[in-house]
């Protein structure tokens, strides 16, 4: 039943591990597992082997570059505008954020920084388009760090922090209308565990969501999954060991409900919560073992991801299933009068792809519907009526979410030129990493900058265009245009000899 109680005038479960002798340090509480009750243990299906990545696409004019070569089938149909945006193997490795268009050709990446990367999406910041990713420290699917907020010229306008001594989780960021932030928080790691524990003590792992003013970072509202789920809702059994950490919850959505109060997906419960925004008391639960909900034929779901409330009420999510799967993307009605959840429509891809994790679903504006398919290296376009209209797999072992957004990139950069002599034969390669409206490259040649005149020309041809190059200048340089034919900028001198 849904928790009514305002958490300030109760004793919480966060509150009663303290009381009981548990360590509780960043929202991390270690507990002995007998006072807690005993624990359901519903194993986790086995994750198939992942597949081989092949090698990835690196270019002459970015050698600091090398981008997951992206396999794709379309049905004919024009897939919705806008690129595709991913955090190829979640920023193992040289993978950074990356956008690329329809044919899979590289519009920016940011190289790999040895951090993990997770969530590139399109955001608005103070009323402008923006990018937004989390970077950190994955902790085996738990998170420690921060978010990285970008403007359209991919110049870093601030980085958004978790207040009261935690980092940010990978899962979520929201930027609200509101000028707030909306995440996780999570310290990443557990306490010791107390002195003479007993076998089999756990430490069991909070999950916290902060608000936070952007303009001020001070923290607005602060909600504690210990405070009101309780460990017998978890599908996940208890790990042993003196230094295992219970995972319990494994929060990993958050969206705003048209009423203002939050939806939260839990993966390690396979429940959605509707949270009170005032007082964080739970309205509903949504699948899992407590659903206030009567699930209609073809609803029930597990290991959910990626909640969301759509615009004409119904409730979006991936469910990533239970073994052997398929995964789908999956659009619930949900009656809150009457308290039945009825299915509208799945979509699942024709090779039925099982998703052990991560995953995402996206109503576009035009009613398509993208998806990620989190732990398999593949995204999916489908049409209102469920039509495939794009099909993808790309190198890399994953990406914990897949987008599709319109996006205008014009960086404060110049073009990069490399020249190569294959066989006595010049090539020049040009490129702009993340510049959204070149259509066309001139090659310039002569003596110095001063003295530079057009001696080719040729439309871009994806992310690096080859230009087959006659000249005895000693320099060139390359020079972006416009679908109009204005210039959008020019590289700097390539000698020639």
Known sequence: MPD???????????????????????????????????????????????????PHRVYFSRPDLASPIIESTAS????????IFLTPSNGTGHDGPTIVDDAGELVWMRPGTGKAMTDLRVSS??????????????????GSGEHVVIDGSYRELTR????????????????????TALFFADTGTAPAPAAGATPGYAQVMDCEVQEIDLATGSLLFEWHAADHIALDESVVGAPTGANAVYDYVHANSIDVDTDG???????????????DRRSGAIRWRLGGKRSDFAMGPGTAFAFQHDARRQPDGTLTLFDDGAGPGPSRAIVLRLDETAMTATLVREYTQP??????????????PDGHVFVGWGSLPHFSEFGADGTLLLNATFTASQSYRDYRFPWVGRPTDTPTVSLQNHAGQLTLYASWNGATEVAAWDVLAGAGAAALSKVASAPRSGFETSISLTT??????????????????????ASTT
């Not at 989780?169 to 929201?174: A, G, K, P, T, V």
């Open 125 to 142: 910041y103070r009323g402008e388009p923006v990018l937004t990713w989390w970077e950190g420290t994955n902790n085996g699917g738990i």
């Open 472 to 493: 005895k200048e000693q320099f060139v340089a390359v020079r972006a245009l416009d679908a109009s034919g204005n210039m959008l900028g020019t590289s700097p001198l």
């Open 351 to 364: 090779q039925k792809l099982f998703a052990t994790s991560q995953g995402n679903m996206q109503v576009l």
């Open 261 to 275: 109060n939050l939806i939260v997906s839990a993966r390690n419960t396979s429940a959605i919560y509707k949270i």
């Open 160 to 179: 958004i922090q978790a207040v009261n001594g935690r980092q940010a989780d990978l899962h979520e960021l929201q930027l609200t209308p509101a000028g």
């Open 76 to 83: 004919g149909v024009a897939p919705a505008p806008g690129f």
């Open 4 to 54: 009514t109680g305002a958490p300030e005038h109760r004793i919480t479960r966060r509150r009663f591990l303290v009381a009981a002798g548990a360590i509780v340090v960043g929202g991390l509480a270690a507990a002995s597992l007998d006072l807690l009750g005993t624990l359901t243990r519903v194993a986790r299906p086995t994750p198939s082997a992942a597949p081989t990545p092949e």
